[in-house]
């Protein structure tokens, strides 16, 4: 029986209605794997060896509350004990710590140890600058911290949306205009006064229709993505910001966009992907934890989990 360790926040924080890690947990059990869990903080490295301080769990997915999993036993182990690969799914921020993981795991990756995604992408790939590889798919797009340049930007445009670089689930994302009284305010604190880099695109109105989180799984485009939809007055359609999601097919937009970015995954290594679409823009690339699988699976009867683990 092989074992597989997933990197990832703690089990007792999962929504496991669109986690996505928790159907891959549930998909490794059955089909067999030993299936291990650790944090960020568990992977160390000493004597020329990278280990985790793992848990070997058991799941029962018929229960819906912090009782889903138990943990069988806990134990020091190389990384080269998961024959089935290390799967990396520790949520932003993508801060320095974060950053270090992905240090200790390239030496494993040296070791012959198998980590997914790969170490180099995970460090190499900010969700949302990734997009800029493909600046003729997305809204006109400025990455900056300086405050002239931020409000030429704003005037040139009118209505914006400002937001970091290293979050997720919407969090710290601004839609401003150019004649907002709170403009500057606003400004100042997603720059940290200035101190920080942020992105500012010109704003999509189809995006009060939603996005469209769409998966790329081993650069082939899934049939199924999730529509999400904001709640009303609001623009963040992010499942963890309070949008709604549901499972729907690609339209043919959707695929011009997904299969042109397959292409790059391919050849960036990275297993598992998932687009945010908004209207026929491309707006993020999301390699870190990119949720939704379960809403698909439960609605449509596809686990796509499966497609995932299918590397050996």
């Known amino acids: 029986m092989q074992n597989i360790l997933f990197i990832a926040n703690a089990l007792e924080t999962f929504n496991l209605k669109t986690d996505s890690t928790y159907l891959l947990l549930v998909t490794a059990q ?29 799941i029962d997915n018929s229960r819906n509350d912090q009782n889903w999993f138990k943990v069988i036993n806990s134990t020091s182990l190389d990384l080269n004990y998961f024959s089935a690969g290390v799967h990396v799914r520790t949520d932003p921020p993508v801060d320095l710590e974060y950053l270090n993981l992905t240090q200790l795991l390239s030496i494993a990756e040296k070791q012959g140890v198998k980590v997914y995604n790969n170490s180099s992408s995970l460090r190499n790939f900010n969700e949302k600058l990734a997009i800029l590889n493909f600046s003729h798919l997305c809204t006109p797009t400025m990455i900056s911290k300086n405050k002239t340049a931020i409000l030429d930007f704003i005037n040139l445009h009118n209505s914006c949306v400002i937001k970091p670089l290293n979050q997720m689930a919407g969090r710290g994302v601004f839609k401003i205009d150019k004649n907002d009284i709170n403009l500057l305010a606003i400004i100042e604190i997603t720059t940290k006064y200035y101190n920080e880099t942020v992105m500012i695109q010109k ?105 995932i683990l299918g590397t050996k």
């Open 203 to 307: 704003f999509i109105p189809d995006v009060v229709n939603g996005d469209r989180r769409v998966f790329i799984i081993h650069g082939k485009v899934m049939e199924y993505c999730v529509c999400r939809v904001p709640q009303s007055g609001q623009i963040r359609s992010n499942l963890a910001a309070g949008g709604s999601g549901k499972a729907v097919t690609l339209t043919e937009d959707n695929y011009r966009i997904a299969n042109e970015v397959a292409i790059w995954l391919q050849q960036q290594k990275i297993i598992f992907a998932g687009l945010d679409i908004i209207g026929s823009y491309l707006n993020e690339i999301n390699i870190t934890s990119p949720t939704g699988l379960p809403l698909i699976n439960r609605e449509v009867g596809v686990n796509l989990a499966k497609i």
């Open 30 to 58: 059955e089909m067999g794997y030993n299936v291990y869990c650790c944090q960020a903080c568990d992977i160390s490295y000493s004597n020329n060896q990278v280990y985790a301080q793992a848990n070997l769990i058991s």
